[in-house]
């Protein structure tokens, strides 16, 4: 029997209650102990110290270290929880990493993309919010460093997000925006379950051996005419699980098996 | 039995190295760094180099530490306490003392200006006077006389004349010097680019009216500015050089056909100002960036 810490802020919890409840069920099925803990700065210091693994739900950054100092393993890692929160921090420390990526700079850079039509987002946004298409002559709507600028990508409409558990992709949904930008299922985008070619396979499986095990997602759109050649157009540190459940995917289950399968090892 | 907070500066995520006994300039560059730190760590500590010892059979230990000094020694003894530290203490010491920067950014072939390295002399020492007639024989007049240590634009001299630099090298024989060459075009005028871990994420111009160098802690004024695809790589190359992750690299502008020329490269560049007017978090990109995989 494990001990396993259910780690969700309450933001999170609000949104989320049903996936939560979900995880606690498969996390105790599997691991026969799941403590479901809604864990705030004030909580911190009261935590029991013989929990083996944090299954986190919470975007701070901060806590996310804090647990990972003290317990043995932790989903996911400070490094997900701060690349998967910062577009413009994952783009280059992907690219560093030899990873394709398009071209992210900060909005007051944006003379630097060589790209007659180009994408704002905010640095630190999720589910598509704020994401608006530009022409070159535009200047950036918010100059700040907490928004950025890519190239538009043609293609970039159709995105394949690999759920990834552990350190493989194991289930692959198309997401299809409708308005011809952002495919977030948040702004209205299609899905549907797919099997991804041979290079989008390669490519997340290298992405995921770069970021380590947990529960995250990696987004990936082809960027040639083709689109047969794909890129990382971002990590999602805390995937959401709504889409899958519509079409009958059990992920907390999944996820549930992937922690047993990482506290064996 | 319950996990604790981990107590005072000792065994935490991040340590911020400063002294802060040095005026408001240097607590409110601290001050960023650590209200950053506190955004991006579980646990923050500070260590005061104006009030804290360093007892090198136990020196503080931490996940990560931000280095805002010049003191090598701490850095040093921090890292050998498996403390990953940024600046290194080689960063710092090559930052601390321009004529090795300059050595390290001619080595690596990175865009300077014409600089001579004056004989280091010790205590008791003369000056010989055919050494400084070789450097203006290079360099031309008016020059810049540097020493080796400084800060914010001070013991940095223009020099017009050869009875001057006379003066100036005599004077200072003991202070280990440099002559380089002027440039005209940059007279009260630099750009200021920080560099994070091979990006840069700020950058300022900083023009001064009354003085040939532009430090605004001399009275120059700063205004934001976007480099050039050049500058960019100028600049990441210059930090790279002296294998600092965390720079402020000033450039000197040559109108002629050089370009830009990379002036001195600060491993602990304050960033008050620069986040002021270039409207940039310095110290969020400085923190998140260097402390991804930590």
Same mark, same amino acid.
Request: proline share 0%; hydrophobic share 20%.
């Given at each position: 029997m494990s001990r396993v810490l259910l780690c969700y802020d309450p933001w999170m919890l609000a949104r989320n209650l049903w996936f939560a409840r979900a995880l606690r069920d498969r996390l105790a099925e599997r691991l026969g102990s799941c403590e479901l803990s809604l864990v705030g700065p004030g909580d911190l210091p009261t935590l029991p110290t013989d929990l083996e693994a944090a299954l986190v739900r919470s975007r701070d950054v901060t806590l996310r270290r804090w647990l990972a100092r003290r317990i043995p393993v932790v989903w996911n890692s400070p490094a997900l929880a701060a690349l998967g929160n910062d577009k413009l921090l994952a783009s280059q420390w992907l690219r560093r990493h030899g990873v394709a990526v398009p071209t992210a700079v900060p909005a007051w850079l944006r003379h630097r993309l060589d790209a007659d039509t180009w994408v704002e987002k905010p640095r630190h946004g999720h589910g598509g919010q704020d994401v608006a298409r530009r022409s070159g002559s535009d200047a950036p709507a918010r100059p700040l460093d907490h928004w950025i600028a890519e190239p538009f990508v043609a293609h970039g409409d159709r995105v394949l997000r690999a759920y990834v558990i552990g350190t493989s992709p194991v289930v692959w949904l198309e997401r299809q925006a409708t308005d011809g930008l952002a495919a977030n299922v948040t702004r209205g985008a299609t899905t549907r379950l797919v099997d991804p070619d041979e290079r989008a396979l390669e490519l997340v499986s290298a992405v995921c051996s770069l970021l380590g095990p947990g529960y995250y997602a990696v987004d990936v759109f082809g960027h040639s005419d083709t689109c047969d050649d794909w890129i990382v157009n971002e990590v999602e540190d805390l995937a959401g699980a709504r889409s899958l459940v519509a079409h009958g995917v059990d992920i907390a289950r999944a996820v549930a098996e992937g922690l047993a399968h990482e506290l064996e090892r | 039995m319950h996990l604790t907070v981990p107590p005072g500066a000792s065994d935490v995520d991040v340590l911020i190295v400063a002294? #802060? %006994? #040095? %005026?408001p300039a240097f607590r409110a560059n601290a001050s960023l760094y650590l209200a950053a730190a506190q955004r991006h760590a579980a646990s923050v500590g500070v260590l005061n180099l104006a009030s804290d010892a360093v007892d090198l059979t136990r020196p503080p230990r931490a996940r990560f530490a931000l280095i805002l000094d010049k003191d090598a020694s701490t850095a040093e003894a921090l890292r050998s306490n498996g403390t990953a530290v940024a600046n290194s203490p080689e960063a710092i010491l090559a930052c601390d003392d321009k004529r090795r920067t300059g050595a390290l950014l001619s080595a690596a072939g990175v865009a300077t200006p014409h600089t001579v390295l004056l004989p280091p002399l010790y205590p008791k020492q003369a000056m010989d006077l055919r050494a400084l007639e070789e450097a203006v024989g290079a360099l031309g007049l008016p020059l810049v006389v540097k020493e080796a240590k400084g800060s914010f634009g001070s013991q940095v001299h223009l020099v017009e004349t050869m009875e001057d630099l006379t003066d100036i090298a005599t004077s200072l024989a003991d202070k280990r010097l440099l002559a380089q060459e002027f440039i005209r075009s940059s007279r009260g005028r630099d750009r200021r680019l920080h560099v994070v871990d091979g990006e840069v994420v700020a950058a300022m111009e900083r023009r001064s009216a009354h003085d040939f160098r532009a430090n605004l802690s001399a009275g120059g004024v700063g205004f934001p500015y976007v480099p050039s695809e050049p500058e960019r790589e100028l600049a990441i190359e210059a930090a790279r050089a002296v294998g600092a992750v965390n720079a402020g690299v000033d450039l000197l502008i040559?109108?002629?056909?050089? %370009?830009a020329l990379v002036c001195e490269v600060n491993a602990n560049a304050h960033i008050w100002r620069l986040s002021a007017i270039s409207g940039v978090d310095v110290a969020h990109e400085v923190v998140s960036r260097l402390l991804v995989t930590r």
């Open positions: - | 002294n #802060l %006994g #040095l %005026g040559d109108s002629h056909d050089r %370009g």
